[in-house]
């Protein structure tokens, strides 16, 4: 099973500042499949990439991926109060064995 | 609209039975596979299962096979979660979600807000 390893786990900012977020495989996740997700408390998930570096539907371009290989990031360029939440990475590539990164929680 | 609902949990004891169900609506649900996603309060998320638009190909986690069954009623715009043997380490809430491509299983770019299970004596 590949396991995805996000960092940090904790990462506190301020609005208008940038964020970065890791999400690193154990091993390489083929034609980047890999995907982020924003949960707030008591919603579901929602999509915001897919395949790496593709925003969903909706998505403002604050937010955007990269990586390949065995490393992804998320990127948010500059913090909107709204955007204090957990975020996931998924990997895909493994279907139907699909795994989660454990989280990071983005505090203000 | 387009969204998902979940329904169908609650509190069980160990070894029982109980049965997810996921309302559909505002898209063609039967033109899409769909997956159970479950996650444990205040924990990450874990794939739990997934079927195949058309309902012929279905696929279990490790951690759930030969214990939950995934299935879905293209006339009801719904899908369901038969949970049998429940465990307490299945105490979870349980999100369908909605995988926007007919081949492999992919992301998942609808989610429903969840139903929560837990299992105790």
């Known amino acids: 099973e590949i396991v995805l390893t996000q960092s940090p786990g904790t990462l506190s900012l301020s609005p208008g500042e940038r964020a970065t977020l890791s999400c690193r495989a154990s091993?390489?996740?083929?034609?980047?499949?890999l995907a982020w997700y924003q949960q707030k408390p008591g919603q579901a998930p929602r999509l915001l990439i897919y395949?790496?570096?593709s925003r969903a539907t909706g998505i403002p371009d604050r937010f955007s991926g990269s990586g390949s290989g065995t490393d992804f990031t998320l990127t948010i360029s500059r913090l909107d109060p709204e955007d204090f939440a957990v975020y996931y990475c998924?990997?895909?590539?493994?279907?139907?064995?699909?795994?989660f990164g454990q989280g990071t929680r983005l505090e203000i | 609209q387009v969204q998902l609902v979940e329904s169908g949990g609650g509190v069980v004891q160990p070894g029982r039975s109980l049965r997810l169900s996921c309302a559909a609506s505002?898209?063609?649900?039967?033109?899409?596979?769909m997956h159970w996603v479950r996650q444990v309060a205040g924990k990450g998320l874990e794939w739990v299962a997934v079927?195949?638009?058309?309902?012929?190909?279905?696929f279990h986690a490790d951690s759930v096979k030969g214990r939950f069954i995934i299935s879905r009623d293209d006339s009801k715009n719904t899908l369901y979660l038969q949970m049998n043997s429940l465990r307490e380490e299945d105490t979870a809430v349980y999100h369908c979600?909605?995988?926007?491509?007919?081949?492999?299983?992919?992301?998942?770019?609808?989610w429903g807000r969840g139903t929560l299970v837990t299992v105790s004596a």
């Open positions: 395949g790496a570096s």
């Open positions: 079927i195949s638009y058309d309902g012929r190909v279905k």
């Open positions: 091993q390489s996740v083929t034609s980047r499949y």
């Open positions: 979600a909605r995988d926007p491509f007919k081949g492999a299983p992919d992301y998942f770019d609808l």
């Open positions: 998924q990997q895909y590539a493994f279907s139907p064995s699909i795994t």
């Open positions: 505002g898209f063609t649900f039967s033109s899409y596979p």
